[in-house]
């Protein structure tokens, strides 16, 4: 994801409607979610389905910011935005260590 810039970008249908209605102190808009794709590493990343991913971004430490995309590997590489939420960061995964 670090070069989600190069890629094509979709934006759902879902993704628009909940980034208008989360959108908070922890939930950026939608150029906010760009410039985050684009510049930051996720800090875990969990596999959904062959095409699908729950991203997680660390906000502070009580939230992470939760993006689920879907990739089209195609030429060229299709990354969907299907949905972004916040959830509390100790529900991560990787923090069962």
């Given at each position: 994801m670090s070069c989600a810039k190069n890629h094509t970008i979709i934006r759902t249908r879902h993704y628009i409607e909940k980034i208008e209605l989360r959108q908070n102190g922890i939930v950026p808009d939608d150029a906010g979610i760009q410039c985050?794709?684009?510049t930051q590493l996720p800090v875990y990343i969990k596999k959904q389905t062959n095409d699908t991913f729950k991203l997680f971004y660390s906000i502070d430490i009580i939230?992470?910011?939760i993006i689920v995309i879907s990739i089209q590997n195609i030429s060229p590489h299709k990354i969907?935005?299907?949905t972004v939420h916040q959830q509390e960061a100790k529900r991560r995964p990787d923090n069962g260590k």
């Open positions: 985050l794709l684009s939230y992470d910011l969907s935005l299907i």
